[in-house]
């Protein structure tokens, strides 16, 4: 059974990520929700097999207490990715209301820059050739003078 899930969880990620890996703002979100969903049943696979209450009377040993923190954790990831997803459809929502499509565009800003890098680049390359050239010529120009 424990392997099962731990198949189920590798699912959930590699599907999330796949979605992610999409320009619509809509798969993205599932993409987020269904990793949340996977690091979810991973907190709870973690906490090990079904046990007693975290927290029981004082007349029992402690051999029987389940371990309490992996389902904190849990209820934790659920609200901090509830507080994602919404902000996200939010973002989405208003993102479709100004372009009127859910698609992601591309940074036209973006591959400004990174036009401008490579032809920084490509000038920084031609002066340390010509540098080199200099460095090569200018011992033999010492030797002569000293």
């Known amino acids: 059974m424990s392997l099962l899930l731990a198949a189920l969880v590798a699912t959930l990620f590699a599907v999330g ?4 890996l999409d320009r619509s703002l809509v798969r993205i979100v599932l993409g987020l929700t ?9 907190l709870v696979l973690a906490g090990g097999g079904p046990g007693e209450a975290p927290f029981v009377f004082a007349d029992r040993g402690t051999e029987d207490f389940a371990d309490p923190l992996p389902q904190a954790l849990a209820l934790t990831a659920i609200v901090i990715s509830f507080g994602l997803t919404v902000f996200l459809l939010a973002l989405a929502y208003r993102s479709s ?7 992601v565009e ?3 800003e973006d591959r400004r820059i990174a036009r401008l890098r490579r ?10 050739d ?3 050239a200099l460095e090569q010529h200018e ?3 010492r030797e002569r003078g000293s």
């Not at 269904?34 to 991973?42: D, K, M, P, R």
């Not at 032809?119 to 340390?128: K, R, S």
């Open 17 to 20: 990520v796949y979605l992610l």
């Open 34 to 42: 269904l990793i949340a969903y996977g690091a979810n049943l991973l």
């Open 97 to 103: 209301v100004l372009t009127g499509d859910d698609a």
């Open 106 to 108: 591309n940074d036209l």
């Open 119 to 128: 032809e920084t680049d490509l000038d920084l390359d031609e002066l340390t």
């Open 130 to 132: 010509e540098l080199d």
């Open 139 to 141: 011992p033999a120009s």
